[in-house]
């Protein structure tokens, strides 16, 4: 039975196990359904309650760890959270084949968000562009008073910026105010600022102040990583043209740098969840960033070095933290960054960026070689197993067979089964 309709009035006021009780009831749950949803894993009833509104559960997600990752010198194991096969592996293998050249090197261009302050209703926008950054040492005053604690740990405000945008009912002059958010990813702390600065530029202005709120295209914030790929650990000049001609095609193809920068992301996100970062706000800044140049481009750059050995190269905002947000209520987030050992938001951001270049090779090798199904199918084939019933043993045996008769199908895993049941 589904529901008659989705008003519930007062769910929020309830607990978590009332909101499952009149969802339940709603939606026509059966009793196994309602002890499934009970059972929320290692995030307690109580703090998912406390990160969300109207919790009625919490939703696991496999966590894996990448192994072989060696980054500036030092080897790091990456947990991963993602519910796509094959994502793990990938970054396994390619962090595998890069190891012998010295593993990943990376930097940071700094810690800087940006919060945007839109200014409209002055007929003079250039006018008041100067009296905004007029007040340089006011605007770095409130902001500094509004976050002492990112001044302490050596961070606050650091410039302001004011642009002009044409807009459709007149001219809008934007304020950027840029601030060094250290540790934090630093929403939260930017928006306080802008909206405490707000009020004042509409009244050095004359004009009328609506949006208050950060930039997730953080570009002061990027994250770099580099790598070689010798031609004996990747197989070859072939594979690196391969390799080559597959980049070529997503710098020039928005329809095929999509799905390029998808897998970049296949490897950020996982991280950016594993740590309870914002994976919303890391793929926003990621494709705006990818777009800069007016064209959807690759996030990564692929070339040969001199001696003819593949080098890697990738460059994005990466606005991630160990403070603030889910980082620290979430306890298997906590966990990963010990796993992790990041003990700054800078480490964190740099990993990210060498497991996204990780990432980006492991599929354009397949890509160019294997194609991309052949390392999928025996994952795959699992899921097949498992959707059509299979338990326990059954699913290997299955998932064996799919990929030995390289029909990897519900109908095929279905006659499989049946057979192995004896049916
Ligand atoms: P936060 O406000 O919870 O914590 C950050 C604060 O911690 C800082 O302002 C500072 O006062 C303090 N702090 C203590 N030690 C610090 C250190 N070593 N370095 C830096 N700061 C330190 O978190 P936040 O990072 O400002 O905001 C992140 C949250 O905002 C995320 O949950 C995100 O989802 C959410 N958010 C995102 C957007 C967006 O991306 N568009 C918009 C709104 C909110």
């Known amino acids: 039975m589904t529901t008659t309709t989705s008003r519930i009035p007062g769910l929020h006021k309830l607990s978590p196990a009332e909101r499952l009780e009149r969802v339940a009831k709603a939606a026509g749950l059966g009793a196994d359904a309602v002890a499934h949803m009970r059972n929320t894993g290692n995030l307690d ?4 309650d406390s990160m969300i509104e109207n919790v009625i559960g919490t939703m696991n997600v496999p966590l894996g760890v990448a192994t072989n990752m060696l980054i500036d010198g030092r080897d790091v194991l990456v947990p991963m959270a993602t519910e796509e096969s094959s994502v793990v592996a990938a970054v396994c293998n390619a962090a595998r084949q890069c190891r012998s050249t010295g593993g990943f090197t ?20 250039e006018f008041a562009r100067l009296q905004i950054l007029e007040h ?12 002492p604690v990112l001044l302490k740990h050596g961070g606050g405000f650091h410039d302001i910026e004011v642009r002009i945008l044409p807009g459709r009912t007149g001219p809008m002059v934007i304020t950027h105010l840029i601030v060094d958010t250290r540790d934090a990813m630093g929403a939260n702390a930017v928006n306080s600022m802008a909206e405490a600065v707000a009020p004042r530029i509409a009244e050095w202005t004359g004009g009328r102040t609506y949006l208050r709120i ?7 914030r990027l994250a770099r990583a580099r790598a070689t790929w010798s031609l004996d650990d990747i197989g070859g000049a072939e594979v690196r043209d391969g390799i080559l001609a597959a980049f070529d095609f997503a710098d020039i193809d928005p329809y095929r740098a999509a799905t390029h920068n998808k897998g970049v992301m296949n490897g950020v996100s ?6 309870g970062n914002d994976t919303r706000a890391v793929e926003a800044g990621a494709h705006a960033y990818a777009a800069r140049s007016g064209q959807y481009r690759s996030l990564t750059q692929w070339e040969a070095d001199a001696d003819g050995n593949l080098t890697g190269t ?6 991630v933290g160990l403070i603030g947000g889910a980082t620290r209520s979430h306890p298997t987030a906590r966990i990963a960054l010990d796993i992790m050992g990041a003990q700054t938001a800078e480490r964190l951001a740099c990993t990210i960026a060498a497991v996204g270049l990780a990432q980006n090779f492991a599929a354009l090798k397949a890509l160019a070689t294997t194609g ?24 290997d045996k299955v998932a064996r067979e799919l990929v030995a008769q390289g029909k990897v199908r519900v109908d095929v895993a279905e006659a499989i089964l049946n057979d192995l049941r004896g049916q």
């Open 45 to 48: 009833s109580a703090t998912a």
């Open 106 to 125: 990376t930097a940071m261009s700094g810690a800087q968000m940006i919060a945007q302050v839109q200014l409209v209703g002055v007929s003079n926008p």
């Open 214 to 220: 950060l930039s997730n295209l953080a570009d002061r």
């Open 314 to 319: 990738i460059e994005m905002p990466l606005a």
């Open 372 to 395: 991309i199904q052949k390392g999928h199918m025996a994952l795959h084939a699992k899921n097949i197993a498992v959707m059509v019933g299979a338990a326990g043993e059954e699913i």
């Open 270 to 275: 996982a991280v950016v969840l594993a740590t």
């Open 136 to 147: 340089f040492a006011d605007i770095k005053a409130l902001c500094d008073e509004t976050d």
